[in-house]
């Protein structure tokens, strides 16, 4: 099956530094990744959509100068938290697609970020 | 707009019991995808279902797809605590609109021995 990567699956970081979080589609090529925030107990939000070679698509309210997103090629999409504080602490997964792909989206392992 | 909707969000269950997880959408879609959530990790796909009357099993679990009542179920045999997880339902939307998926809230499985 596809897998995704997501690197680091835990960070704790100082309140005011930038914390940086990898996915990777490792055998298949990601012409879409998606980066997601899930509170406890709470089903996940959508923060943007990227694809290979174009900006980010954030969903509103999502502050796009604080969650840099980039998506340098088909199997590497990153997500840069900066500036970050306690209220950023969160579970964060990215997923992988193929398109339209029938196989629907592929999710990371997460990221749990911890502000302190 | 695309919404979905699950039911129950939470369900406490007794070893051994049967049970059914509702999934219902808005709008016309004939692609639902059901994940499940262990606490801490992340989502794995369980089901993938394209059509209408589609039915997927594995184990204890079945899913099926209704895409004229826009529902899809899952359905629970013989609970195992194994079975303890978030289920989300997603789907896709219709073609031309976008590949993102719309998730369900969740359903909370708790399934006492």
């Known amino acids: 099956g596809a897998v995704v990567s997501q690197h680091p699956s835990r960070v704790i970081c100082k309140s005011g530094t930038s914390v940086k979080i990898e996915c990777r589609s490792l055998?298949?090529?990601?012409?879409?990744m998606f980066w997601y925030r899930q509170f406890p107990k709470q089903s996940l939000m959508l923060m943007a959509t990227s694809n290979e070679g174009s900006k980010a698509t954030y969903e509103q309210g999502v502050e796009k100068d604080k969650f840099l997103i980039n998506h340098a090629s088909l199997t590497l999409s990153t997500l840069t938290v900066t500036s970050a504080h306690p209220e950023d602490s969160s579970f964060y997964i990215c997923?992988?697609?193929?398109?339209?792909?029938?196989?629907?989206?592929?999710f990371g392992q997460g990221t749990r970020l911890t502000v302190v | 707009e695309l919404k979905v909707e699950q039911n129950p969000l939470f369900l406490s269950m007794q070893e051994g019991k049967n049970y059914t997880i509702y999934c219902n959408y808005s709008?016309?879609?004939?692609?639902l995808y059901w994940y499940r959530q262990d606490p801490g990790k992340s989502l794995e796909s369980l089901f993938v279902l394209l059509s209408n009357g589609a039915v997927k099993q594995e184990g204890r679990l079945m899913a099926s797809l209704d895409t004229k009542a826009r529902l899809s179920t899952l359905h629970i045999t013989a609970a195992v605590h194994d079975l303890s997880a978030t289920y989300f339902c997603a789907v896709d939307r219709p073609f031309g609109y976008g590949n993102k998926l719309v998730f369900g809230a969740g359903t909370i499985l708790r399934v006492k021995s």
């Open positions: 997923s992988a697609r193929v398109g339209r792909a029938s196989s629907g989206a592929f």
């Open positions: 055998d298949f090529q990601a012409t879409t």
């Open positions: 709008t016309t879609s004939d692609r």
